[in-house]
């Protein structure tokens, strides 16, 4: 069977909750102002998403083998950030190839240990600082993008008038009851001091206190520091999996 596009948003939302985990960010993507920049493929049971609000181009699958499969073979895109798990790897050969395949952790927050630190929220007039901190040493910030500030969710901590850590979402749904903590980064000379953990705390208090419950973010695997600073805030490994920038092979694509 052949992919075909879909626009049904009910749908799509509910192929969505058969994975809520996996899902989240798709989830997320369902608000208004974000599903404008969607496009979903679907097979039954299955569903692709390309989300072109930032410039990485994500793609997101759920389906079996077999499925993911049909649906990357069917996308259109030449290059994305692709998003895989462990059993839709092997059906991705020959389709995408990983320019380099980062492998990730999904965590979710179970038990809520709040980290005392005296932040500032963070809106779209402090979107210069914060390019400026992701730029100031090792990078940060790559699914960063401006119209999350509109969320409310970002929180800052500055030194001297300058912005030292930041943390805020990389998608967020008060519909969907579902968030992603993300754009996290503390600059190199301040870290060691929990400062990534008061801005995340800030950040999942603000969630909370509007009625979000499914929070969660990645990480990759390799960066314990990262990871222990979230687990101490309270969030736990669900599950690992793939993603990365990711080109299309040479092979005829099946347009939907």
């Not at 052949?2 to 009910?10: A, E, G, Q, V």
């Not at 102002?33 to 569903?47: I, S």
């Not at 994500?58 to 994305?80: C, Q, R």
């Amino acid at each position: 069977m052949i992919p075909y596009r879909l626009t049904d948003k009910l749908e799509i939302r509910r192929l969505l909750n058969m994975d809520r985990e996996w899902s989240l960010y798709a989830l997320a993507d369902l608000d208004d102002g974000m599903f404008e920049h969607c496009d979903w493929w679907a097979l039954p049971g299955a569903l692709a998403l390309v989300f072109r609000g930032i410039s990485i181009r994500p793609i997101f699958v759920l389906g079996d083998a077999a499925s993911t499969k049909e649906l990357l073979a069917a996308l259109p895109e030449t290059t994305g950030y692709l998003n895989l798990k462990a059993h839709q790897l092997d059906a991705a050969e020959g389709i995408y190839h990983y320019r380099e395949r980062h492998e990730m952790r999904r965590m979710f927050l179970d038990a809520f240990q709040p980290r005392r630190g005296i932040t500032e929220p963070l809106g779209v007039e402090d979107c210069g600082d914060i390019e400026h901190l992701y730029a100031s040493g090792d990078g940060g910030g790559i699914a960063f993008a401006p119209f999350q500030l509109h969320t409310g969710f970002f929180r800052g901590i500055r030194r001297d008038g300058e912005l030292v850590a930041v943390a805020g979402v990389q998608v967020a749904s008060r519909h969907e009851g579902v968030a992603a903590v993300g754009n996290i980064y503390t600059r190199p000379d301040c870290r060691g001091q929990g400062l990534a953990q008061t801005v995340t705390s800030a950040v999942v208090t603000a969630l909370r206190e509007v009625g979000i419950q499914t929070i969660g973010l990645n990480v990759e695997n390799t960066n314990a520091y990262a990871i222990r600073a979230y687990e101490r805030v309270g969030f736990r490994t669900h599950f690992s999996y793939s993603e990365g920038i990711a080109d299309r092979l040479g092979i005829e694509t099946v347009r939907p």
